[in-house]
Each structure stands twice: as structure tokens, then as C-alpha cells.
């Protein structure tokens, strides 16, 4: 089915992938995580913790369990990885009373994976505050080694950033078969992660929103598979 | 369940005499027109008067409608009773919107002539909401209406005013709309009817069917579910004379594949010449396109010749619809849109292009046909290929034994059951224990628990989570007396946004543009000529022509809910392949077919084209028996073959594709791919199949085994699209998703992808949910169907003939000719990607295009 053998490359070989930001060297996941080998640092982006339960409040009973997936996914990855610190780049929850909703357990496990590390919880548009009650350094932005971490992407070409906010995925349609995924999207300069939270939906990264951040040239592409990460040519791509 | 025919002694015979008087005005009408009362609608009148709801099955042309109406016509007419609510005396409930025509003649016309002052209105979602409003407060007498109305009114508190004085209901083509889910709704709804007006009667108007107690225990109450189903009387019209069904016999080859009956057309197009008014159905909309075009291309004499299926716009619809009554066509192609809902008076032939499918559905078309019910009505078949001419004279063998296909009797659904609950905690609060039993007297759902009803509230009410994370949330309150409230009005308004069980597929607009121009963002404006699947539009590629609403069209984008399409004139425009068949080969037509391969004294009435085929087919490999099921290995270009027969149609054998390919892959053979059709599936790998099978290392009694429907199926099933829009539609219709918010619709697409991600985390933290439970049970009968598929299984245990052969066999050829028309969705996402990663391999490696290329048909 594969035309990749599986003696030129595992399965494994696919988890995650080598991308470069402004010549630093990172490691993208299938998950939709990012490393940064040399800072050991993870970091996710959109968690939109307790999504579900804004709904429910809502009267949509979206199933409760949302929170838990995303963070058990974040705790396979900091299992992965081992990281000395853990950066969440803005909306980590969906709505400012979203900490108050959240079930003990939950809590407790996020103040699990917070020991013997940092946790830097940026702010974004869905979460101008962070509850204190799930601990960790709450800032609008960080630089680090020259590159800005931030929630949502500055407009203009060169920005030297790692940022999330669009949510962006990708559609591939190949023999007649349309598949859409979330997917990391970057240029060398510049890279917008994919949401990592469980409920979170996806915006076509053709869209006019993605315009002003990336040219049409040299724009890098890899999708969320469920075995491995892919780098795709653009050119596959299409609208929705 | 037992059927005891209690309150149902003898099947009705209409009564000779003339008895129940019938009142002066409406007597007088009879004889205006020439004409008696006919004997069953004088025995629906007996009915009414003694208060006994009747299924009355009837062809058409027999006066069904007015039929069902008369009592109300007499009653209404007659003595004033006294009012205790709102006035409504009877409900006319149809599946269809557009009732129009068919009730302006049978209801309307008489109602002016015999000069009774009967208020009639009608009432759908096209009703302005001033005049719905209206209706609610001041009814007509007679209302007709649609289910989702229904259940609209009934959700609002002045239900039981408005149905106070509720004496009729008349369900029309209720063999279409009961087994359904519609039609477990409409069950819901008409059991909270008879609640509020308890001496309530029913009509149902039917086609003929091969199990009418289903649809006589459907129309009444049962009060008694553990051990009896209770029916109703039966009124039965035999119908006049025999129709005549003939195939059509052509000179040229009959095809191997494909259903579109091209090479046909010559001899279609002089049937319609020979005819008044010809109805030529096909069995999906594409197809309706392509005979649409080929038909004018031959059309010499400028035929009118119309269109109609539906995703053309409702206007243009209408237009023909309206262009047929009036007498100015001489022919429609259409889908089944066109089955219900206009009058068929003028028509004396139906074509259908490619085979019916099921023996039920054919019949009833070529019986709407001709209303004299003392002439023939005429169909033709045209098969469209080989396996065709077979499964079409199953059909003809079929009319003329006057056989159906049976519905398959059914529960009610978990999703529709919350929706109601919803809906009557919207009316006013309920007590489960009483809800419960009024929910136990409509037949779907006689055989529910009370368990499930009480998971089903608690759904309602909180999502029904095994985290009990949303008590604070809950749409229902428990109030002193132990009834359950809604917990705010906007609940009840939402409610009413997202009443009914139809949920549409998600659809793409087909907006035409200028021709490729400028960039292709900025494209907006031009005319909608109608909607596509989303799941065809997908699948264009880019500047791919097309047909479309009777025109040449090219592909030129994509933008969210829109497709944009440009003026064409490719003189061969591409036909996309598209999900094949709507409909799949009915369980009784399969059993014909295989008898008839079993019975080579059979095969003199085929064409000798076939004749030849099947005689070749027992010369080179076997015909299987009545009761076996044939499997034949065989290597061709460099692969090996697994070919089998099961005749289960395609959604079954599709199912059973992604399990063997599971199984397969698990005993070491890893298949590269699989096709499937109506009658047979082929599956191929790199590996022997025939030396595999030959020294043990694969037995094809392991791989059949029923118990893959266990394991197999539920690993499956996690990753299947078809699975996952099953649960969409649950759902949508349980409420869990809102298609509409106040002031906001949610498209389709929108819809689609939050529920995936919803399943994916319910599937993982509360496996035993509701939801899951109403999609599985959706699944088995509907888009995988699974039910068919074990039955099957069941069928061919030991009973498998294997045949090892040195090449292709002649059967095998069909399903063959497939392969790479069809593209198996949900099977190898990851391999997609992986092959999109490889392309950027290859180009990163300076690769040439070429091997790109190849490297797409060699995964197959």
C-alpha cells in the first residue's frame, strides 16, 4: 500500500519530523507537539482545555472527557521528550472560567506533569488570565534564543516566530480521495503549530487568513497522520 | 413478538351492499360524476363509524385519497359536535412537502363540488410563520401536513388545545415513511396524539407490501407490548390488471459493466417516441445526467424531454413537475425524487435505465403509472450490463408472481427516542413513568426497556455521561411532584430550530462562474445551478468537465460550502466516478439471481450474449449452487485474485472487503486493495492465493468465519468514515449537535468535523454511550449493513466452493473491469499520506515526474 518500504524507513521514523526555524534545529510530533532539542523545551499550542463543558454550559452535552484526552496526549509527549520546560502557546483554555469547571482529577494531573519542571502558560485571545490554581508563569510572549513565542502569528514577512491561534490544517486529495488534516505550516522563518487540544477544528490553511504570514514561495507543509508525521508539497493541496 | 390478530377477527372484505348511507351532497356528487362509491371506500366509511382504524392497501388510480377522506368529508359535514379545543378534525400527515397536486384533485376539487364548508389548509416549513402561527391558535379543519410538523406542534404547550378535538388522522404512503426513521418519530408523536385525544382514529393509505401487519400494528395503540401486537383492520384493493413488464432486447453487445445503459439509447429514445408520456428512471442522480444528455443528442425530433432529480433547485423542479401535469413533455428522466408526491395520471410507459434493485420499488413506479386501473400499465427494463439482464429479469419474474421485497421490521431508534423526549418535556413536564408507557404503545418502540428509556432521558438531560460531570448543567429539573421540566425556555426554542429526523448530507453549491480568468479567490456571483454531494465534489480534479443539471460543465474550484463551474463544450465531458449505486440489490432479487445461475434451464429466455457468458462461466471454472457461495483464486498480470460472489449488493460486500483485508493482513497475505459491486468482491495481493489455499497455510473456511463480525468489525469500525457519518447523523438527530442556533445554520461541513473528533473521544472514554449504541444499530441496517452481511455469513458456513484457476474467469470479469473506478474510502489514510510524503521524496531527490505517476497506479 505504502510505496515507502519499510526497510528505507520504520514506522517509527515518521513520529516526528526535523524542522528548522531561523537554523535552530526542532523536532515536530504527529501529535502536534514541537521540541526544541537544544532548549529542551515542549511546547503545544491551543489546548482549549474544558471546551466541552463550555458547551455543556451552553446546553450542548458535548461528551466531558476532553480535557483528559488533551492532557493525556501532553503527557505522552512529555514522557517522550523529558522536557525541562513545557511552553502552551495561548488559549489554552477555552474560556477564562474554564480552570473553575475543571474536574480535581484533572487538576491533579496537570500539577503531575507541571513537577520538577517549568510551565509557561502564554495568553491568548480565549485565555487573557490564567487561573492560578494551575500554577506555572503566566506571560503575553517569550524570546527565546532570538525567536518569539506567542499565541497568535504578527502579519508581516519576516518575524522570527513560533506561534498557533489558526488552527491550521490541510486538505490532500490524491486518486479521487480527499483527506484533511491538521498539520504544522512554516516557511524557515516562521512556524504556526496545529491545535492540540481534543475538541479543536481546523482552518484550511489556503485560507486568506494564512496570507499575510507566509509568501507563496518555500512554504513547508507536514499533516497529522495517525502513524507518523508528513511533510506534503503544496502543491497537492487544495481549498475546502 | 406474537402477532394475535385481537381486535382484528377477518381481513376485511369491502361489504357488497351499499350500505352506509351517505349524505345527500356528497351522494349527489357521486352520480354527477357517473360514478358509485367504490366498495372500499363504502368499507373505510363502515370503519369510521364503528371507530376502527384500517390499513387500506389500494394501487393507484383506486381513489385511495379520497377514500381516506370521505369519513371525514361525511363527519365534518354532518352534525356539529361540540368543541373541546381548537376545532382541528383531521390530519392528513405525508412524507412529502410538495402535496399539491395529487390532494387539489382528490380533496380540494370534491370538497368545492359537493359545496361543504370545510375549511382545508396545508402547513409545511414553506408556511409563512405568521400563517403557522396562525394555524396554531384558529385550525382548518382538515390539516395537511408534514411528521416534523407534527412534531413541531406538538412541542408547544398549547398542544393539547389545538388537538383537543382530533378524530382522523390519514398517513399517506405509509409503506414509504414507516420503516424509517421518520416514521419512528411519527409513531412517537401520533401515541402522544391519542393521549390528548383518546378517541382518536387512524387511516393509513399504502401500497401493496409483502408484510401489512407491520403498517397495521404501526396505526394503532399497543396496549399490551410484552405479549401482543395489536393490528389494525385491513382494506385491500387488488389491483386491476396485470402490469406489463418487458427488457429490452438490443443487437449490440451488452456491456461487462457500468449502469448507465449507453449503448441503449437509440432504442429508449424510440420508446419514448412511441409513447405519450415516459418516465425514465435511473438509479442515481449522475447517472440521470448522463442518459439526460444522451438522449438529446439523438433527439432528432426535438422531444421534450425534461430532467429531474435532486440536486437540481427547487424551482427548476418545480418547473418540470409542473411542465409534466400540463401535458407539454414527453418524457422525464429522473431519480427518485419524482417517486412520490405528483401526479402520474398521463404516463403509459416507465423505463428504468439499469437494473430496479428491489421488486417493491419498480412495481409501485410502473403502478402509479396510467390511472385507468382496468389497463395495463407498461415498464421496459434496461439493464446495464451483463449481471443486469440477470438481476432484471429476477424483477420481471418477480411482478409477475406479484412478489415484494419485505421491510424489514425494525425498532425504533435511541436518537429519535431522545429527540422526543425533548420534545414533550418542551410541551410540559412529564412523568418518565407515564411518558414511558406512552412511548411502549407505538410499535417501534412496544419492545423498549425501561432501562433504555431511562438512559435516554438521562441523555436528554445531562449527555448521559458515565462522568456525571454536568448535573449543574441539566436541560431537565426535577420538580416536587417528581415531573421533569425544561430548565429554561431557550431550550425549548432550540429545540424547535432542530425538530425532524432528516439530516441532510453535506452539499456544495454549484455556482457558475465566467471561465478562468482572474485569480480564482475572488470568484463570487453567477447563478446556482444546484447542489453536489460533498463526496463527489471532492473527488474533481482540477478543470475535470463534467455534467451537471443537463449541461457541460467544468470544475474551477472550491471555496467552503460552494463549488465553482464554468460553461464547457468538451465534446466527451468526463463522467467522475461516484458512490455507484443508491440503492442496494434487495435480498429478495439476490435469491432470484442465484437460482436463476444455478438453473441452466433457465438461460434460454437471456440474450444470447449472457447465455454464452454463464455456459463459458461453467466450462472454465462453476456455477455455484442455490445455497452455495463461489470463491475463485486466480493470478492475472502479475497478481493473485481473490474473487467471490455473495450477490449481498455492494454495501455489504464493502464491509466485507475491509474485514477480509484485515484478516488477510493479520494471516500474512497483505492485500493491496479491493473492489466491489453489487454482486461480487475482488480482492488482490502479491502473494498465491491459490497455493496459500492449497497447502493449508490460508483456510477460506477460517477466513469467512462469522466471528469476524466481533473483533474485526469493532477495530474497524474505530477508524471508518462510514461509521463516523452514521454518528454524525445520530447525533444531529439526538440534539447532541444543533444544526441550527438562533440566527446561525450550521453547514454540513461544519457539522462533520466536529462530530469526528466527538466520536474519536467518546469512543475512548465512554465505549457503552447512547450515541455509539444508536450508531452501531444505525450501521448494521443501514450504510455498512452489517445485519445483511452476517446473515450471509451464516448462510455460506461450509457451504464455500473454491475453485483454483489458471487465469480470469468469465464471472469475475464485471467486478474486475471495477478496479480503479472505485476508490475504497476509509481503508489506509496513513498510506495516502505516506504516498504525499513520498512525492515530496521523490521531487526532493530530483526524481522525475514520470515515476510520480506510476507510483499513483501502482497503488491500487
Redesign the interface.
Same mark, same amino acid.
Given at each position: 500500500?505504502?510505496?515507502?518500504k519499510p526497510e528505507r524507513i520504520g514506522l517509527d521514523d515518521?513520529a516526528d519530523q526535523p524542522v528548522s526555524i531561523c537554523g535552530k534545529a526542532f523536532l515536530a510530533h504527529k501529535s502536534g507537539a514541537l521540541y526544541w532539542p537544544s532548549e529542551r523545551a515542549l511546547i503545544v499550542a491551543d489546548l482549549h482545555l474544558e471546551k466541552g463543558?463550555a458547551f455543556?454550559?451552553g446546553?450542548? *452535552?458535548?461528551?466531558?472527557?476532553?480535557t #483528559?484526552?488533551t492532557l493525556a496526549k501532553l503527557a505522552a509527549m512529555i514522557d517522550r521528550y523529558n522536557p525541562e520546560v513545557v511552553i502552551a502557546l495561548g488559549d489554552s483554555l477555552h474560556d477564562p472560567d474554564g480552570a473553575a469547571r475543571m474536574?480535581p482529577s484533572d487538576i491533579e494531573s496537570l500539577h503531575m506533569l507541571q513537577e520538577d519542571r517549568d510551565w509557561i502558560w502564554i495568553t491568548g485571545n480565549h485565555d487573557p488570565k490564567i487561573d492560578r490554581m494551575l500554577a506555572g508563569y503566566v506571560v503575553p510572549e517569550i524570546i527565546v534564543e532570538g525567536i518569539a513565542l506567542r499565541h497568535e502569528p504578527r502579519p508581516g514577512a519576516v518575524t522570527h516566530e513560533i506561534a498557533g491561534h489558526f488552527h491550521p490544517a490541510a486538505r490532500?486529495? *490524491?486518486?479521487?480521495?480527499?483527506?484533511r #488534516?491538521p498539520c504544522f505550516v512554516g516557511n524557515g522563518l516562521r512556524l504556526v503549530l496545529p491545535a492540540f487540544g481534543?475538541?479543536?477544528?481546523?482552518l484550511n490553511i489556503l485560507d486568506?487568513a494564512f496570507e499575510p504570514l507566509f509568501g507563496v514561495d518555500g512554504l513547508a507543509v507536514w499533516?497529522l497522520?495517525?502513524?507518523?508525521l508528513?511533510?506534503?508539497?503544496p502543491r497537492?493541496l487544495?481549498?475546502? | 413478538m406474537l402477532t394475535t390478530p385481537k381486535n382484528a377477527k377477518r381481513k376485511r372484505r369491502p361489504p357488497a351492499r351499499a350500505t352506509p348511507a351517505l349524505p345527500p351532497e356528497i351522494a349527489a356528487w357521486f352520480s354527477r360524476r357517473g360514478w358509485k362509491p367504490r366498495a372500499h371506500q363504502l368499507a373505510l366509511l363502515e370503519a369510521a363509524r364503528q371507530r376502527k382504524s384500517t390499513l387500506l392497501i389500494a394501487p393507484t388510480g383506486a381513489g385511495k385519497t379520497l377514500a381516506g377522506f370521505l369519513p371525514s368529508l361525511v363527519a365534518i359535514g354532518g352534525e356539529k359536535r361540540p368543541r373541546s379545543g381548537a376545532g382541528l378534525f383531521t390530519l392528513y400527515i405525508s412524507p412529502l412537502k410538495a402535496l399539491a397536486t395529487d390532494i387539489e384533485r382528490n380533496l380540494i376539487e370534491p370538497i368545492a363540488e359537493m359545496g361543504l364548508k370545510i375549511r382545508t389548509e396545508t402547513r409545511t416549513g414553506d408556511t409563512s410563520v405568521a400563517r403557522r402561527q396562525r394555524q396554531r391558535v384558529k385550525p382548518p379543519q382538515i390539516m395537511l401536513t408534514t411528521p416534523e410538523q407534527v412534531a413541531l406542534l406538538l412541542s408547544h404547550p398549547d398542544a393539547p388545545h389545538l388537538f383537543a378535538d382530533l378524530d382522523t388522522i390519514i398517513l399517506d404512503e405509509l409503506h414509504a415513511l414507516a420503516p424509517s426513521k421518520r416514521g419512528d418519530l411519527l409513531a412517537l408523536d401520533l401515541a402522544r396524539l391519542r393521549t390528548i385525544a383518546p378517541n382518536m382514529m387512524t387511516v393509513g393509505l399504502s401500497a401493496t407490501v409483502a408484510r401489512p401487519s407491520e403498517l397495521r400494528g404501526y396505526l394503532v395503540p399497543q396496549t399490551d407490548p410484552d405479549t401482543v401486537t395489536l393490528l389494525s383492520d385491513l382494506v385491500t384493493v387488488e389491483g386491476g390488471a396485470k402490469p406489463e413488464i418487458s427488457i429490452l432486447e438490443v443487437e449490440d453487445e451488452i456491456p461487462w459493466s457500468g449502469h448507465t445503459a449507453r449503448y441503449a439509447m437509440q432504442e429508449v429514445y424510440d420508446a419514448i417516441r412511441a409513447h405519450k408520456l415516459t418516465l425514465v428512471f435511473v438509479n442515481a442522480r449522475l447517472q440521470a445526467e448522463v442518459a439526460f444528455q444522451e438522449l438529446w443528442r439523438i433527439n432528432d425530433d426535438n422531444l421534450p424531454i425534461g430532467l429531474h432529480h435532486g440536486s437540481l433547485e427547487a424551482p427548476q423542479r418545480r418547473k418540470v413537475e409542473a411542465a409534466m401535469a400540463a401535458g407539454k413533455l414527453r418524457a422525464v428522466v429522473a431519480t427518485s425524487t419524482l417517486d412520490l408526491g405528483i401526479d402520474w395520471g398521463d404516463v403509459d410507459l416507465v423505463i428504468h435505465l439499469g437494473a430496479p434493485k428491489g421488486a417493491s420499488r419498480f412495481l409501485q413506479r410502473i403502478g402509479r403509472s396510467n390511472h385507468r386501473m382496468d389497463e395495463p400499465s407498461r415498464g421496459l427494463l434496461v439493464p446495464g450490463n451483463r449481471f443486469e439482464v440477470l438481476e432484471c429479469r429476477a424483477a420481471q419474474q418477480a411482478a409477475e408472481a406479484g412478489a415484494q421485497d419485505a421491510i424489514l421490521s425494525r425498532s425504533g431508534t435511541l436518537d429519535v427516542l431522545a429527540q422526543h423526549i425533548l420534545g414533550m418535556a418542551c410541551q410540559a413536564p412529564f412523568d418518565p413513568d407515564i411518558l414511558f408507557n406512552e412511548v411502549r404503545s407505538a410499535l417501534p418502540y412496544a419492545g423498549s426497556t425501561r432501562h433504555q428509556f431511562d438512559r435516554a432521558v438521562e441523555f436528554v438531560s445531562t449527555g448521559g455521561y458515565a462522568l456525571k460531570n454536568y448535573e449543574r448543567f441539566a436541560k431537565l429539573k426535577k420538580e416536587p411532584d417528581g415531573k421533569l421540566r425544561v430548565a429554561n425556555p431557550r431550550i425549548a426554542q432550540q429545540y424547535r430550530l432542530n425538530v425532524g429526523t432528516i439530516v441532510d448530507s453535506p452539499m456544495l453549491k454549484v455556482r457558475l462562474v465566467s471561465s478562468r480568468g482572474g485569480k480564482s479567490r475572488a470568484r463570487q456571483g453567477g447563478r446556482v445551478l444546484g447542489e453536489i454531494d460533498e463526496y463527489f465534489a471532492e473527488q474533481l480534479p482540477p478543470r475535470a468537465t463534467f455534467i451537471f443539471a443537463g449541461e457541460v460543465l467544468r470544475f474551477e474550484g472550491m471555496r467552503e460550502t460552494e463549488v465553482f463551474v464554468s460553461r464547457a463544450s468538451a465534446e466527451d465531458p468526463m463522467i467522475p466516478s461516484y458512490g455507484g449505486n443508491k440503492f442496494p440489490l434487495s435480498t429478495h432479487l439476490a435469491a432470484r439471481v442465484r437460482a436463476m445461475l444455478a438453473n441452466p434451464a433457465d438461460w434460454p429466455g437471456l440474450p444470447p450474449a449472457v447465455g454464452h457468458w454463464l455456459t463459458l462461466q461453467s466450462e472454465r471454472s462453476v456455477l455455484p449452487a442455490t445455497d452455495e457461495v463461489l470463491v475463485e483464486t486466480f493470478p492475472r498480470a502479475g497478481r493473485h485474485f481473490l474473487v467471490t460472489y455473495p450477490f449481498e449488493g455492494r454495501l455489504a460486500h464493502q464491509t466485507l472487503g475491509m474485514l477480509l483485508t484485515r484478516r488477510l493482513d493479520r494471516a500474512g497475505v497483505h492485500p493491496l486493495g479491493f473492489v466491489a459491486n453489487d454482486y461480487a468482491l475482488a480482492l488482490w495481493t502479491h502473494g498465491d492465493f491459490s497455493a496459500l489455499i492449497a497447502d493449508g497455510r490460508l483456510s477460506l473456511s477460517d477466513l469467512f468465519d462469522e466471528d469476524m463480525l466481533g473483533d474485526d468489525l469493532d477495530a474497524w469500525l474505530a477508524e471508518s468514515n462510514l461509521m463516523k457519518r452514521t454518528f454524525r447523523l445520530a447525533a444531529v438527530v439526538a440534539g447532541l449537535i444543533e444544526r441550527r442556533h438562533p440566527g446561525k445554520v450550521k453547514s454540513g461541513r461544519q457539522v462533520t468535523m466536529s462530530t469526528d473528533l466527538i466520536y474519536d473521544v467518546l469512543r475512548r472514554h465512554d465505549p457503552g454511550h447512547l450515541l455509539l449504541e444508536a450508531a452501531w444499530a444505525d450501521a448494521a441496517t443501514g450504510l455498512l449493513d452489517i445485519r445483511r452481511l452476517g446473515d450471509f455469513l451464516a448462510r455460506i458456513k461450509n457451504r464455500i466452493r473454491h475453485q483454483s484457476l489458471s487465469r480470469v474467469s468469465p464471472l469475475s470479469v464485471p467486478v474486475l473491469l471495477e478496479i480503479g473506478r472505485e476508490v475504497v474510502a476509509g481503508h489506509a489514510r496513513d498510506a495516502l499520506l505516506r504516498e504525499a510524503a513520498d512525492v515530496l521524496i521523490h521531487e526532493a531527490m530530483g526524481d522525475t515526474e514520470n515515476e510520480h505517476a506510476e507510483a499513483g497506479t501502482h497503488r491500487t
Open positions: 500500500m505504502s510505496m515507502l515518521f463543558s455543556a454550559a446546553g450542548q *452535552m458535548l461528551p466531558p472527557y476532553d #483528559r484526552e474536574d490532500l486529495v *490524491m486518486h479521487g480521495t480527499s483527506l #488534516r481534543a475538541y479543536t477544528g481546523g486568506l499533516m497522520g495517525h502513524e507518523g508528513y511533510p506534503v508539497a497537492l487544495r481549498d475546502d | -
